[in-house]
Antibody, heavy 115, light 106 residues
Framework: DVHLVESGGGLVQPGGSLRLSCVAS????????MSWVRQAPAKGLEWVAN????????LYVDSVKGRFTISRDNTQNSLYLQMSSVRAEDTAVYYCARWNGYFTWGQGARVTVSS | DIQMTQSPSTLSASIGDRVTITCRAS??????LAWYQQKPGKAPQVLIYQASTLESGVPSRFSGSGSGTEFTLTISSLQPDDFATYFC?????????FGQGTKVDI
C-alpha cells in the first residue's frame, strides 16, 4: 500500500520559514511525479507544486512562486517543501501526494502562520 | 487557468437516492478529470480518474462521465458511508485546479 507521512508542520510567524518533509513507502518513489496540495481551514483544495521523477522539473502555483521550493531525495524516498516569506494566507493543511494520473494523499501537516 | 465549478455546493439526500454532482470547466479540456471523496479530518481519496475510470476498490455505485466542459459524478444508490464532501480536479493544464466541493448530507 502507498504510505505517505508528512512532518514539519507547526506555528510560524509571518515572514518566517518552515520546511515540510514527506517520507514515502509502499511504492518505487523514484518512478513517480510528486506534489504538494494544501487546504485552508474550511476551504477547498489548492495544488501547490509538482516535481518530476529526477527533480529536474518543478512547477508552482503563482501564489507561492519565488517563496516555496519543492525538492526530493530519491535515496531517502523523501519529498520536501521549503516555505519562506510565509503569509497568513499560507495557513493550511499541506498534503504530500503521489501523482499517477490522480493524487494519492498523505495524512497532511498543519501549518499555521500567525504572530 | 481552468476554473472548475461544481454544483450543487450542498446536497441533501437519503439512503438509496441516486445522486449526481456536476463539474463544469471554464474551457474545453481533455478527460484528465478526477473525483475525490473527503470525510471530516481525513485526506481525500480518489474515486474516479480520467473522467470515467473507477479506482480499484471503489464501490461500483460510483461512476463518472462527461467530456469537454461538463463532467458528472453519479452515486447510483447512496449509502451511509457516502455522506462526505466530493471534489473534482483537472490536470489538463497548469495550474491544476479543484472544484470548490459538494457536501452530501442527510
Amino acid at each position: 500500500d502507498v504510505h505517505l507521512v508528512e512532518s514539519g508542520g507547526g506555528l510560524v510567524q509571518p515572514g518566517g520559514s518552515l520546511r515540510l518533509s514527506c517520507v514515502a513507502s509502499g511504492f518505487t518513489f523514484s518512478n513517480f511525479y510528486m506534489s504538494w496540495v494544501r487546504q485552508a481551514p474550511a476551504k477547498g483544495l489548492e495544488w501547490v507544486a509538482n516535481i518530476n521523477q529526477n527533480g529536474g522539473a518543478k512547477l508552482y502555483v503563482d501564489s507561492v512562486k519565488g517563496r516555496f521550493t519543492i525538492s526530493r531525495d530519491n535515496t531517502q524516498n523523501s519529498l520536501y517543501l521549503q516555505m519562506s516569506s510565509v503569509r497568513a494566507e499560507d495557513t493550511a493543511v499541506y498534503y504530500c501526494a503521489r501523482w499517477n494520473g490522480y493524487f494519492t494523499w498523505g495524512q497532511g501537516a498543519r501549518v499555521t502562520v500567525s504572530s | 487557468d481552468i476554473q472548475m465549478t461544481q454544483s450543487p455546493s450542498t446536497l441533501s439526500a437519503s439512503i438509496g437516492d441516486r445522486v449526481t454532482i456536476t463539474c463544469r470547466a471554464s474551457q474545453s479540456m481533455s478527460n484528465w478529470l478526477a473525483w475525490y471523496q473527503q470525510k471530516p479530518g481525513k485526506a481525500p481519496q480518489v474515486l474516479i480518474y480520467q473522467a470515467s475510470t473507477l479506482e480499484s476498490g471503489v464501490p461500483s455505485r460510483f461512476s463518472g462521465s462527461g467530456s469537454g466542459t461538463e463532467f458528472t459524478l453519479t452515486i447510483s444508490s447512496l449509502q451511509p458511508d457516502d455522506f462526505a464532501t466530493y471534489f473534482c480536479q483537472q490536470s489538463d493544464s497548469y495550474p491544476w485546479t479543484f472544484g470548490q466541493g459538494t457536501k452530501v448530507d442527510i
